[in-house]
């Protein structure tokens, strides 16, 4: 009998090396400048974390400003994604430049403004001979950062560029784990700049959202859920009712109230899951993971 044998190694090998040496010959520009644009503004706010407490532009702290610069960095990281499905021009290449620029962005730069924020108020410079809580500090920071960054590879690896698999995430996103961390910064800074307790809830907010980044807690994609496409009427009465409470709270306030609750309500959703097993989520995956939840299919009968 005549056996059938495997290719050799080494024609995977050359297969391998040919993927990986292929040139990008075509990308999307404007998705890709406003994808850079992200992570300039990453970049910014790193540079007016370092300067500390001092207010320096119209006389907002430079930790405020970097704070208002990460969410900057957000409407850009909303905005290219969007133009890019639009104009039917994703690739792989726009995906992995988004990660990296959302690393910068909604990785380095909040794990740097809390531990900044925070030394001004406690010594840091010697994270393994000091107390405690200092190091708890630099703890959460580190996992942070690092939680990032696994959320990020895990979103490129598992990511689909069909429209309808942006409906939800596993797993808090990171400009809502670092929106969490800034606006409570923000709120410090331009609120309650005598109130310390805020700074110091820091740390442990901090690796909250560390936490809920790595988890598989569904969060929906606000855009794509509530403001896509066409709503009930009363949809637009609940956003003037938004941004009337946003008006009369102010916004920095109404920003960490926006942030905490987002962050809050997919953990939510999860123990009200663990608690009812029966209940179906609010928001699924995934148009066919909606359809096998309740037990239907999206094949016709």
Not at 179 to 186: D, H, K, N, Y
Request: a positive charge.
């Amino acid at each position: 009998m005549r056996r059938f044998r495997s290719k050799p190694k080494r024609d995977k090998g050359r297969l391998l090396k040919r993927m990986r040496g292929q040139r990008v010959k075509y990308i999307a520009v404007l998705p890709s400048l406003i994808t850079i644009l992200n992570g300039v503004f990453g970049f910014i706010a790193i540079v007016f974390a370092s300067r500390g407490a001092e207010r320096g532009i119209a006389g907002f702290s430079h930790f405020a400003v970097a704070g208002y610069m990460i969410l900057l960095a957000m409407f850009a990281d909303m905005l290219d994604g969007r133009l890019a499905r639009m104009s039917q021009s994703t690739s792989s290449f726009g995906g992995q430049l988004d990660s990296l620029c959302d690393m910068v962005s909604f990785g380095v730069a909040p794990a740097f403004l809390m531990v900044n924020a925070i030394q001004v108020h406690l010594d840091l410079t010697t994270p393994l001979s000091s107390g405690l809580f200092h190091r708890f500090i630099w703890l959460a920071a580190l996992a942070y950062i690092s939680c990032a960054a696994i959320r990020l590879a895990r979103f490129n690896v598992e990511n689909e560029e069909n429209e309808a698999a942006h409906m939800s995430f596993a797993g808090l996103p990171t400009p809502g784990a670092a929106g969490a961390i800034v606006s409570l910064i923000i709120f410090h800074q331009e609120v309650t700049p005598t109130l310390d307790v805020a700074i110091f809830l820091l740390p442990f907010l901090t690796l909250g959202v560390a936490v809920l980044m790595v988890s598989r807690i569904r969060y929906p994609h606000v855009l794509n859920v509530y403001l896509r496409g066409r709503q009930p009427f009363s949809y637009l009465m609940r956003v003037l009712l938004f941004l009337g409470i946003v008006l009369w709270l102010g916004m920095q306030t109404a920003l960490l109230l926006i942030f905490l609750a987002f962050a809050g309500s997919g953990f939510a959703q999860w123990v009200y899951l663990r608690v009812h097993p029966g209940k179906q989520p609010l928001v699924a995956a995934h148009p066919t993971a909606a359809a096998a939840s309740s037990g239907q299919s999206e094949t016709p009968s």
